[in-house]
C-alpha cells in the first residue's frame, strides 16, 4: 500500500506533455461507437485491443490517472481498488473491466504488484488513447473517465472526471449493468 511520498519519476516527458489544463471536450455520446486500441495488458502479460470484445461481451474502459509506481491521483486511488475488489461482480455479469493507466510498462508492473491487481490494467504510455476519448488532462496527468460499452463497442454511460464527482462509483456501474438491456 502507499505509505511514502517517493517522488522520483514523477518529473518526466508525460508530465510535462499533460502539464497544461485541458477540459474533457468528449463527443462520445450513447450509441456512438469508441475509438478501438490495442495496449499491453500488464496483468496478464498479453495485448489487448478492444475491438476483439466488439459482437461478444460489454466492456468496461477505465482511464486513471496514475502518476508513477508510488504516487497515484487521490481522487483515482479509491476507485482503481474498488474496481479491483469487486472485478468478479463485473465478470459474473459477463461484463469485462479494462483500465487503463498512462504510466509506462515497467511502472505498470509495479502497481500491479503493489496492489494485487486482478483487474487488467492497460498501459498507455504515449497517452494515446486517453487523447483519442478527450478525457482531458491536469497537472502531469490525463483525467479520468468510466465507458461503459455494450456488446458492439457503443457508449451507453459515460462518466467524466470533474471535481464534483471524480469517477462513477462501482455501486452506479453495477446499478447500471443489472438495468441496461444490452444486444
Known sequence: MLTSYDFRGLLNKRFFQNL????????????KRTPDFELPDITNGKLVRLSNYWGVNPVIVALTRIFTEKQYCPFCFPHILALNNNYEKFLDRGVEVLMITSTDEKQSKIVVSDLSLKVPLLSDSSCQVFKHYKVGQALGAPLSGQFLLDKQGRVCYKHLFSFLDYNASVEDLLYILDNYVFE
Open 20 to 31: 497544461l489544463p485541458i477540459p474533457a471536450i468528449n463527443d462520445l455520446d450513447n450509441g
